[in-house]
Nanobody
Framework: AGQLLESGGDSVQSGGSLRLSCTAS????????MAWYRRAPGIECQYVSS???????RYSDSVKARFAISRDDSKNTVFLLLNSLRPDDTGTYFC?????????????????????WGQGTQVTVSS
């Protein structure tokens, strides 16, 4: 069975940067669309960004222009670069994989529609 393992979370000050990684095992991500979500105090699940197999990228309005998603299929890994971090970016960031990226937008309401989820990595931003 496939797995997703996130890493790179840390505690940083406001304005800082982090790069998160999501590495897949047990399957090749090349054909998969990949996404990042976060869980924060009071927010169970929030879509952050996604990248399709053809490298089409999408972002939520709250992170557009600050975060950058990328993928390296040769390393079976998706990255999320977090810039200009704010305290409200604090949360657990987790990734997801599915062959059909159109599912990502509504996946927080229907998690079982997406093929695979990771466990997450913690990002804490202090003011």
């Amino acid at each position: 069975a496939g797995q997703l393992l996130e890493s790179g979370g840390d505690s940083v000050q406001s304005g800082g940067s982090l790069r998160l990684s999501c590495t897949a095992s047990g399957f090749d991500i090349e054909a998969y669309d990949m996404a990042w979500y976060r869980r924060a105090p009071g927010i169970e699940c929030q879509y952050v960004s996604s990248i399709e197999s053809d490298e089409t990228k999408r972002y939520s309005d709250s992170v557009k222009a600050r975060f950058a998603i990328s993928r390296d299929d040769s390393k079976n890994t998706v990255f999320l670069l977090l810039n200009s971090l704010r305290p409200d970016d604090t949360g657990t960031y987790f990734c997801a994989a599915d062959l059909f990226g159109y599912k990502f937008k509504d996946a927080c309401r229907a998690r079982d529609t997406v093929s695979l989820w990771g466990q997450g990595t913690q990002v804490t931003v202090s003011s």
